[in-house]
């Protein structure tokens, strides 16, 4: 099956329709946030990973050369009007050049858009937890404030559940991912719509997708993927054109988002223990052990013969990690491959060749 | 602790140490002069007294094995509670730093690179990593710590850091996160913090052993406010025209408020520091000899070029007297509190300028031109930190259109000579300079 | 007289073009190699009717096509990378593995070959030309020294100034400088291919060398990056013979399986 079958809808017809039932749009930039609450409000997060691939000199009048291609693309998007059609710009606290963006965008930068933001606490244990919960509490009276509405806890608790529902299909569709018989394009187009649809859609198309059984399921060389986005996506083709099978992630987009339920009954409670769950990250403060372990157990059950770490140029959350990563790795007999990326640029022929490289190694 | 510790302490460092510095104070008096312009002053005389302690220090470290608990700390992070405990402390971004006039840093930054850290990664890191890995240093090898204490009140590269010398080192890391402020802070991020240091107390104490005398701590909060405090005098000694001191003396100075803070000998040595600031205002002495332009400098020194950047601008007449940088370890001062130690900490460590927003800096940068009756600012344009950078490009902006203030980006690294290039500054600076109306 | 080819090898490089012939067991019989030229494909038709005009027809005669310009050899068998070309045939010639580095026009790669001849881990430098002969290509340029002798005049020098940007623009205007203030040429290029080398020992490290250290590609004709690389990493350098011709050797060795 391939997913022109399916009908994707676009972001923008996405956006629209959500908007001519009355509702508003917010701009979320990477990585985690509490959807549901949004949700609660009758506002729409959508993600922005940069978008790749656009005019980026708007940005240089604000941002330095040495920050990524993520951060430069969102600031010159939102200065060449692909914003316009939305109301709130969420920045959640990530790194240092997301920091530093939604500073500029509270104090410096002209826009029209209510801006956010959102800090994740590093710390673990209970105060991590309490803060979190602080914080999310903090955005709802903000956004109580501009919309008028007040959502109760059982209003919150609805768009909770069916957000819960919607991780819950995602993982199944991870946990299924090689009986769907989608190539690694179609899989991670299917599962990105996750930045973009409304929970509810994404369940159904999820579900339509699984009630499908495959004619015949996509087989490569399984490897896995890490870092932060799949961008430009023609890498994905790229893989598949050299017999290569994304067999798991650990991607900031994609895998790392993998979140459980909570069970508090405190609607705060529940959506903090819902963003924690997830896979180790290091933007979260996660340790190197935990990461390791994380790799180790993806590539197992995946019966990867290899590691691709694709990350995104002056990324430091990533970079700091890949030497000892890469060195467990191989430690277990576990070959990886580091490639980096700006995602404003096409796949350079330099990458290919160490791709191509890399297979010839692990074959 | 065994005994032969101690008498290998006492031996080197009390005895071998004395001798060690008799000797440096023969070669100083040899060499008087720091600078090598006749534009600017005799260099200070408790310059020899900063160097002893710094020495010192970084001695003492090296026979600390089996006598105290020693913990590495970032810049920022809320100390008194490891001083009250009696660790050894060590600040790896200081002993970078120290590399880096050294000009050491390609050499050992290489050895991290080697090891497949990219050239990405903040040059501070870089420096430690490849020293951690492979045992060079500019100060002789560095004591391996019992215990890492990282707060992210300057940026998130310490948590990253931080947790690979945890995995290398396998010792316990305690983080201590403070919110970043975008517009104020609040009661929440406040308790937050203060819960953390809160909850790191037990686990220090597990480290080294002891258990925290409240008291020892009020005192320590005590000589940390007192020592800031004088700082923060030193400092504003510098609105005075000609100034006396210019934010390259603060540079070296600052050393013991960032590596030795709530220590005795850290509050005598800024007392003293403080009289001869006095006393050259006195005498009517200034840093730059003929001081015709005030400037103030934002972000970290470029540790590698100091003195080209302390002799040029000396030599035009130009003295560079304060910087958001060296005032960052005074202007908290007043929040410290040793009757409410740790809600005092937790609001005093929340709030360095780092932490803070862009907007809040532009603000910082505003009112001191004003105190210190400044002509223009340069703004290093720091590759390898992100925090105090981003916005910098809007701060200059703002500064030359509301302000009418020149203002100068300048791309460089604090550590990395390999990302500064001295013919496209020397052409800047010269531009700049120009446009002072000089 | 030629009837014992059995494979062929061709490697598009970024700067010259390499074709190889071997007969059943890997012996050599045949090589050429040019300046590449901007158009591939008439190039690549012109060496095959080299071959052809060498050995009669070559048809089923199995080609393997390496280099970046591979994929525009359409009637290669098979496209393989540089990295395990060259890695095939170093070992076959020096019979060992160890660590391999070919500095290129276009990029610089290390790779460590292990005993059995199989590529186990590599690096290529990142998108900045600091680590490549471009490096030295412009700087000679800007120096005025014919490249085919940049090597052995850095050596001559008994000085050696320090290089310390790795960006080439920026080593561009380092050199500039260096030059106003009077520094001998000589000096400066030893500067300089203590620079480039320095770059290429980062990359042996973060693979955690494995001795020999063997060099191919082109720059193995510049005797002060041998030099160098032997001194900084305290390694004999071992050379191939035909040391240019590696990639499209090892092409036409795994044309032969």
Redesign the interface.
Known sequence: MSLQQLKIPKRKDVINEFKARGGKIAAVLPIHYPRALFRAFSILPIELWGPPKIDNSFSGSHLQAYVCSIVHNALSFLKIGGLDEVDFILVPHTCDSLQGLGSLLVDFVTTTKKVLTLYLPRDKGEPGYEFLGHEILRIYTILSQITGLHPDDALLFDAIHIEEQADKALAELYFKRKKLGLGNMDFYRLIRTREFLPAEHFIKLSQSVLSVSAAKSFNGLPVVLSGIIPEPMELLDELSRMGISVAADDLACCGRRLYQPGVSMNPFRRLSENLFSAAPDPTRGDSLESRIQYLKSLVYKSKAKGVIFYDVKFCEPELFDLPDLKKALKGQGIPSLTLEVDINDPISSQMLTRIETFLEVIR | MSIFSHIKYFMNVKLGARSYIMFNRWRNARRPLRWNTKYLAPPLKVDKITKELIALHYLDGHYVDGRKSVAWVTSGAPVEILQALGYYVIYPENHAAICGVKRKVVEIAGEAENAGYSLDICSYARTDIGAMLSGKSAVGTLPKPDLLLACTNICQTVLHWYRILSYHFNVPLIIIDTPFIYTEYSDADIEYVKNQIEDSIPVAENVCRRSLSFKKLQNVVKMSKDASELWLQIIQRGTHIPAPISAFDQFIQMAPIVEMRGKAATVNFYAALLREVDERIKNGVGAVVNERKRLLWDNLPIWHRLRYFAEYFGTMGISVVASTYTNAWGELAPLMDKDRPVESMAKTYIYPVLNRSAGSKLGTIKRMAEEFHINGVVLHSDRSCKPYSIGQIDQRNRLIHDDRMPALLLEADHNDTRSFSEEQTASRLDAFVEMLGI | MYSNLEALGIDVGSSTVKAVAVDGSGVILWHHMESAEPRVVPQVDHFLKMVSEKFGDISGIPLVATG?GRRLVHVASKQ?????CHARGVFKQLGHGGTLVDIGG??SKVIIISSTG?????A?N??CAAGSGRFLENTADRLRVDIDKIGKIALSSTEETYI????TV?AE??V??KIANGIAVETILKGLHRSLT?RI??MI??LGSLPPLMLSGGVVKNPAIRYMLSEETKEPVVLPDLPQLMGAYGAALIALT
């Open positions: 970046y393989i990378t540089e990295i395990s276009q990029d199989a590529v186990e881990d590599f290529m990142d998108k310390s940007s790795t960006c920026f205007s380092e500039i400088s320095l020992v980062t490290r973060s």
